[in-house]
């Protein structure tokens, strides 16, 4: 009688778990449908807002608390969040910080463990991408993978730099050596940071260590006083979010396909390029928003002070959100987008490549990694490219300044920049006369927002249709119309 009773039990217990699982499923895939997005979009969503709970239970009950506390509570809120996400593909992850960590101890402050790490890491991205790929936008592991991919082969080379002799290391380099040795659980919670996993941003394990230590607050012994920032963050994210949400059917990449939208006069399919390669973007700005606001809420996002004493929460920025809106040059929209990616692949690639004495290569694979990185799909190669042309065009008319300087100086916006460039505006007496007319101002700020956002949609084609069919489709027809005949084509 006993036996049978704990087995109805174990039965009901188990018919319970699949009816709760399956509830849930069900909940989530009605909301995600009423708001027009998908169950894994959602599901994304609400982990990114986790983060602001997960941060205040930090603040409240573990800032000054013992490292391996923090660092177990950092692991076990990013597992969780990632098998919410990705259920038991956890292991992609959970696997490459483990290799990683015996990678660091056994082969040690090497150029081995360093090259090793790029390697595998990014083999391992690639394959994910490979046997993952589609043809549309999904959220799968390798989403939050390939910011994990940066933050490992990041920590090797900080790792290799710390057994240098200091005197021999730049002052970045210097900043971000680690001159310890990083137990796997320090890894983990480096690794799983609730705040940075899916999306980022990029964060050093030195300045990760400085939150764990207690060393992030603006006020010494206490808690920091980041609440009103965070919120700032978190507002402007929420509204990015609202629009993105309300807009995002009737503005989508699937409509520059349509034979509704060829049938369209040109000047039309422009506009719409131009607010549909504007409008996509905004998913971005909304997360990395939103996941700034939890890194400045935990503290990691203190940068010090301004030298009027005020504290600065802009270490985790991935956004310039006024410049990215104003700013009507496509440098300025490189320089306030994705703003810790860029400044990691200037930081561990671009400078790195100073041993082959060329900077204009150096920018090549710079821009060749970037491209791999996002995918294996052609239109983030085309994209890439694309960027390039279009900013060494927008400075031969005079449109910029500078991009002179060695590979130590060089910042991360200016990974696009040629080393020259003729300034066609300024060499022209009658173009710099027009140029200095301040009444004709706001025409020309109009103008060139119009050429920098209608160029902009027209890279970002590739980058959001993936595959050359698609993309080549979305944009043969502004070619041939701007070619006025089909010879562009080849046709």
């Given at each position: 009688m006993a036996s049978s009773a704990e087995g109805d039990e174990g039965t009901v217990v188990a018919l319970a778990g699949v009816l709760q699982s399956g509830f849930q499923e069900l909940s989530l895939n009605k909301l995600a449908t009423s708001l027009g997005a998908s169950e894994q979009a959602l599901r994304l969503i609400i982990s990114i807002f986790l983060g602001y709970p997960f941060a205040l239970f930090y603040r409240h009950y573990l800032f000054y608390k013992e490292s391996y506390l923090i660092h177990l509570y950092h692991t076990f809120t990013g597992l969780s969040i990632a098998y919410f996400n990705f259920g038991n593909q956890l292991y992609h992850s959970l696997?490459?910080?483990?290799?990683?960590?015996?990678?660091?101890?056994?082969?040690?402050?090497?150029?081995?463990?360093?090259?090793?790490?790029?390697?595998?890491?990014?083999?391992?991205?690639?394959?994910?991408?490979?046997?993952?790929?589609?043809?549309?936008?999904?959220?799968?592991?390798?989403?939050?993978?390939?910011?994990?991919?940066?933050?490992?082969?990041?920590?090797?080379?900080?790792?290799?730099?710390?057994?240098?002799?200091?005197?021999?290391?730049?002052?970045?380099?210097?900043?971000?050596?680690?001159?310890?040795?990083?137990?796997?659980?320090?890894?983990?919670?480096?690794?799983?940071?609730?705040?940075?996993?899916?999306?980022?941003?990029?964060?050093?394990?030195?300045?990760?260590?400085?939150?764990?230590?207690?060393?992030?607050?603006?006020?010494?012994?206490?808690?920091?006083?980041?609440?009103?920032?965070?919120?700032?963050?978190?507002?402007?994210g929420l509204f990015y979010l609202v629009g993105y949400t309300l807009l995002s059917p009737h503005i989508t990449e699937d409509y520059l396909l349509t034979e509704d939208y060829d049938n369209h006069p040109f000047w039309f399919r422009c506009m719409y390029m131009l607010i549909w390669g504007k409008f996509v973007l905004y998913k971005y700005v909304t997360c990395w928003l939103v996941t700034e606001g939890v890194c400045i809420l935990t503290g990691l996002g203190f940068n010090g002070f301004e030298?009027?004493?005020?504290?600065?929460?802009?270490?985790?920025?991935?956004?310039?959100?006024?410049?990215?809106?104003?700013?009507?040059?496509?440098?300025?929209?490189?320089?306030?987008?994705?703003?810790?990616?860029?400044?990691?692949?200037?930081?561990?690639?671009?400078?790195?490549?100073?041993?082959?004495?060329?900077?204009?290569?150096?920018?090549?694979?710079?821009?060749?990694?970037?491209?791999?990185?996002?995918?294996?799909?052609?239109?983030?190669?085309?994209?890439?490219?694309?960027?390039?042309?279009?900013?060494?065009?927008?400075?031969?008319?005079?449109?910029?300044?500078?991009?002179?300087?060695g590979y130590e100086g060089q910042d991360a916006d200016e990974l696009l920049l040629p080393p020259q460039a003729?300034?066609?505006?300024?060499?022209?007496?009658?173009?710099?006369?027009?140029?200095?007319?301040?009444?004709?101002?706001?025409?020309?700020?109009?103008?060139?927002?119009?050429?920098?956002?209608?160029?902009?949609?027209?890279?970002?084609?590739?980058?959001?249709?993936?595959?050359?069919d698609k993309w080549l489709k979305a944009s043969e027809g502004l070619l041939m119309r701007l070619g006025g005949t089909h010879c562009i084509l080849g046709q």
């Open positions: 696997l490459c910080i483990v290799l990683q960590f015996l990678i660091l101890r056994l082969m040690g402050r090497t150029i081995t463990a360093v090259l090793t790490t790029f390697c595998f890491q990014m083999a391992y991205l690639l394959a994910g991408y490979y046997y993952t790929a589609t043809g549309n936008y999904d959220i799968k592991w390798t989403m939050p993978h390939c910011v994990l991919t940066l933050k490992l082969i990041g920590l090797a080379v900080d790792y290799f730099d710390g057994g240098k002799d200091q005197n021999s290391l730049s002052s970045e380099q210097q900043k971000y050596a680690i001159r310890g040795v990083p137990s796997l659980l320090e890894v983990a919670g480096f690794s799983y940071f609730y705040g940075a996993f899916l999306v980022g941003p990029q964060f050093s394990m030195n300045h990760y260590m400085k939150l764990v230590q207690g060393e992030l607050t603006d006020i010494p012994g206490k808690i920091p006083n980041s609440t009103i920032p965070a919120l700032k963050r978190l507002s402007l030298e009027k004493g005020k504290a600065k929460w802009d270490a985790c920025a991935n956004m310039k959100v006024w410049l990215f809106e104003t700013n009507p040059r496509f440098t300025g929209t490189i320089a306030s987008f994705n703003i810790n990616t860029n400044a990691w692949v200037a930081r561990y690639f671009f400078k790195r490549l100073k041993f082959l004495g060329n900077k204009e290569l150096s920018q090549g694979l710079s821009l060749l990694f970037l491209a791999l990185w996002h995918g294996l799909h052609s239109g983030y190669l085309v994209c890439f490219q694309m960027e390039f042309l279009i900013v060494i065009v927008e400075r031969q008319v005079g449109l910029q300044g500078g991009g002179e300087g003729a300034r066609l505006i300024q060499q022209s007496p009658t173009l710099s006369n027009l140029a200095a007319i301040t009444a004709l101002q706001p025409f020309y700020y109009l103008v060139q927002q119009t050429i920098h956002w209608l160029f902009m949609g027209y890279s970002m084609t590739a980058f959001c249709l993936f595959t050359w």
